[in-house]
T-cell receptor, first 112, second 116 residues
Framework: GQNIDQPTEMTATEGAIVQINCTYQ??????LFWYQQHAGEAPTFLSY????GLEEKGRFSSFLSRSKGYSYLLLKELQMKDSASYLC?????????????FGAGTRLAVHP | GAGVSQSPSNKVTEKGKDVELRCDPI?????LYWYRQRLGQGLEFLIY????????KSGLPSDRFSAERTGESVSTLTIQRTQQEDSAVYLC??????????????FGEGSRLTVL
């Protein structure tokens, strides 16, 4: 089957660091994505990992371990505008095409 | 256009009526996806198009749902005999695969459907 798990909610303080975890079980694997979604808006692309290790992009970093079926998104120097849902998604090439399967998302609330 | 465009942005309909939702992907994007997002929930995969073909329709909730894509461009999602549980935001996304990049999805703003 296909399953992607993330914590439902997290809270953090402005200026701090927060790590959002994602575990997955899919038929196949061809990349993992993180998206940010503000309330009432469309998801926007944050990061992509296909090989093991850490990808850094400004205040945001994403890590992948394929053997463990595990990823995390690290947000540094949190700002109030980072309050949003963070969606983990896995591209599953089973069947010869690429379907992106999303987790339920993690709602992050950043407090002053 | 510059981004993925969806219409209508908001649709209120009565139970039992048919609705059509339209998606205009980014020009040149070969892959097109439809997702459904209920209030406070994650994205539920509905259907995927590669060109004008839909290799995976497994996410369509019932035979009341159908979708087509023409000219490797515009796609229409049709819901017949709408039910209250169909109320959700329907998101369309497109991507460009096979160019060496990650092939990330670019989402439209969504069509919010309310079935009374």
């Amino acid at each position: 089957g296909q399953n992607i798990d993330q914590p439902t909610e997290m809270t953090a303080t402005e200026g701090a660091i927060v790590q959002i975890n994602c575990t997955y079980q899919t038929s196949g694997f061809n990349g993992l994505f993180w998206y940010q979604q503000h309330a009432g808006e469309a998801p926007t692309f944050l990061s992509y990992n296909v090989l093991d290790g850490l990808e850094e992009k400004g205040r945001f970093s994403s890590f992948l371990s394929r053997s463990k079926g595990y990823s995390y998104l690290l947000l540094k120097e949190l700002q109030m505008k980072d309050s949003a849902s963070y969606l983990c998604a896995v591209r599953d090439p089973a069947g010869g095409y690429n379907k992106l399967i999303f987790g339920a998302g993690t709602r992050l609330a950043v407090h002053p | 256009g510059a981004g993925v465009s969806q219409s209508p942005s908001n649709k209120v309909t009565e139970k039992g009526k048919d609705v059509e939702l339209r998606c205009d992907p980014i020009s040149g994007h070969t892959a097109l996806y439809w997702y459904r997002q209920r209030l406070g929930q994650g994205l539920e995969f509905l259907i995927y198009f590669q060109g004008n073909s839909a290799p995976d329709k497994s996410g369509l909730p019932s035979d009341r749902f159908s979708a087509e894509r023409t000219g490797e461009s515009v796609s229409t999602l049709t819901i017949q005999r709408t039910q209250q549980e169909d109320s959700a935001v329907y998101l369309c996304a497109s991507s460009l695969l096979g160019t060496g990049g990650p092939g990330e999805l670019f989402f439209g703003e969504g069509s919010r459907l309310t079935v009374l």
